[in-house]
């Protein structure tokens, strides 16, 4: 594998695009049921909790930005190589892919569950998959370019889709923010991190870094990203807290949804079932950015052809899609990888930190 | 075009030989094919010429009473005394058979070693006319013909800089067409013109037909549905183009000149706006996106609807449209794919159909045959007007190409619609949106400025604005020259009454 990456120019991406694209990974599945995770923990204080998951989030991505810069025109897989050597490091490598992987299998499957729910009941989890799947191969065939166009073509599209919110807002009470820092620093805290599968996804960094021409706003372009998201996370959590009353956001598995139901047009008379099929297109640069990013980094670690990674990853994930289809599983599923976003994205960067300030110490000796 | 002679000198022969040997041997026996000689004192010349392709005129005129009125016969004598340019002197029979078919006259002095050709064709062409397909309101109503001698002269005539490049290239094995590449040298980027010139140098084929085909034979996905280069032929359109820094294709005998590279935007502007103030060409230019949308979405939205979500109908239109329904027997996705063939077929007919029958038969087919379906129970009226109006929307594309092309994706979608509803008409939009950004036009990204992403470029893609503010060419085609003239001074702001 090499360590030092060498990206011919019409690959490579501008800084600017890190903005949409990371926020675009970030935003998905997570945030239609935030709210309420949160809100299970840190009651009417679940955004105190955002804005703590907020703070944490902008010190990684310094952290993140600050390793990546160290080591130059390389990704996770060759810093890991540089670190612990060729076979060690193809090993966390692997397990990296893996992490990856399950949160591309939870999203797929948390957006079908949205789909059986509030549109088809009946259509199977498998030929869903299947429709997802083909949109997600399709795009990856186009490479990273594709990738990264598809998530900011879609970010434009989906985004006014915030501005739905006002009828809530109009609705909401003050209230329900009363006592304003009831609860216990540990409940906040917990909240904080239930947070995390919502704002998961920023990781993408560590391996689009190398293809990103001006490398000197990356720092700039993916704080704006964080930014945004939190901002755009507060204002849902902020919302919903306002417009639910207490025992009514607990029972409500998917506020978001749940809020974009009252929304009246005149040509419409409910937006649910559109909003949940437009989630598509909040939902698709998710995956493609994921299965981009799964089959490249495969192709890093392991030296097989990008398009033979991406079918294989692709045909197990319609695979498991197919047979995993209960409520439990997904749940489970995606509390497994909201944990091990909790190591692979949040504490990860911080057990490299040393390693990064160490070579860094030594460059400027030598 | 395949060697069929030796390569030797032919000459000298007798005259008679000439004309039987350019006779039997190069035409096959063609009985077009014409002499005449002009005996004088010491020698005698023969010219040879097919009859249909001179310019008989010029002939009498020009070559005839010249070679009469010459006292000494030879080639350099005939070619000072003739006052048409492009007179060659000839060793080999292929090549004079060549330029005969190019409308040329061969004269053969006896016992010279060359003949001369003499190029005088006649040319049979469409004088300029109003332009058809793509029409204005406002601005130039000229349009191309079917002669590579007059586009280029209206092309010319409407850009008369130094800077306008031509290339000369000659494509086709059997029937070999002029083809010519134009851009203008200070702005267009040297990438593409090399792109487009290897594109066209590489191009092997028996016969270019027309400039639609040579563009479906260059394109960078001749896969897509989406055109990729733009066939215009309105000639402002195309100079318009050319200062934009893009490239223009003219192709003999069509009646269109090519643009590329396009953006997927681009294909919905047309010149018009620019003619109109910038407010109006603003507006104009907003409600065809809104039409293109509303033609893609408006009819599987209506089958989506019937089909899975009654529940997002609004109360006031639930009632309306189930009494319209009522009646219809088919479940909604038949109902709206036979009133879209329906629609279809009225749009071919009427394109087929001769101009004096056409707008009898639009009559019969839209209105009786409209209303008729809808009395008979066939599709509800509410169905009627939905696909009317996305009709209607799809029109409003200047570009014919991508009209049909907007009017053919919808198919699929509906179809789609009426499998899975919204899921379904999300899914198709998503694929669609995938596939316009894997999508090139001569190497250059076709959804550009949307991806990769230049704000500046609004002025040029979705709205207008005042020259004022847009001075700018495209981004997206990399010109060498961004600026188009620099910004005017600004104006001094005054008091109310001063």
Known sequence: MQSQLQIPIDKKIKAVYLFVVLHALQMGVGVVGLPRVVYEEAKQDSWVSVLIAGIALHIVIACIVFILNSYKNTDIHGILAQIFGQKISKVLSMVFIFYFYLMFISILLNYIEFVQVFIFPKLSTGFIASLLIFLVIYAVYGGVRAAVGSSIVFFFTTIWMVLLLIEPIFLMRAEYFLPVLDNSPQDIFSGALKTSYSILGFELIWVLYPFIQDKKNVAKYSHFAMLFTIILVMYVTVVA???FSPKHLEMKVWPLFTMFKIITLP????????????????????????GWMISYS??????????HCLHVFMLIALIVATFVDKREYVNILTDYVGQAGIFFGLTLPFLLLPFAIYKRVKGNKS | MKRRFKK??????????LKTDLKEQYFKGSPDLSSKIIEQQNNGCIIIFLDYLVDKQHLFDKVIKELQDTSELSNES?????????????????????????????????????????????????QPERAETESLVFGPQISFTESIDINLNIVHKRMNTDKLKVEKFVIGDTVPSEVRLVYLEDIANEDNVKEMRSRLEQLKVDDVLESSTITQYIEDNSYSIFPQF???EL??????SLKEGRLGVLVDKSPSGVIAPTNFLSYFQSTEDLYTRWNMGAFIRVMRFVAMFASITLTPVYVAALTFHYEIIPEAMLVSLGH??????????????????????????GARLPTKVGQTMGIVGGIVIGQAIVEAGFTSNILIIIVAISALASFTAPSYLMGSAIRIIRFPIIVLAGLWGFLGIVFSMAFIIIHLIKQKSLNRPYLAPIYPTQPKDIDNSVIRLPFLFSNKRSYSNKPKEIKRFPKPPKKKKSDIDE
């Open chain 2, 78 to 126: 005939i070619k000072e005394a003739i006052p048409i340019s492009g007179v060659k002197e000839e060793k080999e029979l292929e090549n004079i058979g060549d330029e005969l078919l190019d409308g040329g006259v061969c004269a053969y002095i006896e016992g010279e070693q060359q003949a001369l050709t003499i190029p005088i064709p006649r040319v049979e062409a469409r």
């Open chain 1, 298 to 307: 495969c192709k890093r670690v392991t030296g097989l052809k990008q398009k």
């Open chain 2, 8 to 17: 030797s000198n032919y000459f000298p022969c007798k005259m008679d030989q």
């Open chain 2, 230 to 232: 733009l066939v215009t």
């Open chain 1, 267 to 290: 040509i419409f008379e409910r937006f649910d079932v559109i909003s949940v099929a437009l989630w598509l297109m909040v939902v698709i640069p998710n995956l493609i950015l994921l």
């Open chain 1, 241 to 243: 807290i306002g417009y």
């Open chain 2, 324 to 349: 319209s329904r009522s009646r219809v027997p088919f479940p909604p996705l038949l109902e709206a794919l036979i009133l879209e063939i329906f629609i279809e077929l009225i749009r071919e007919a």
């Open chain 2, 235 to 240: 000639p402002d359109r195309f100079c318009y």
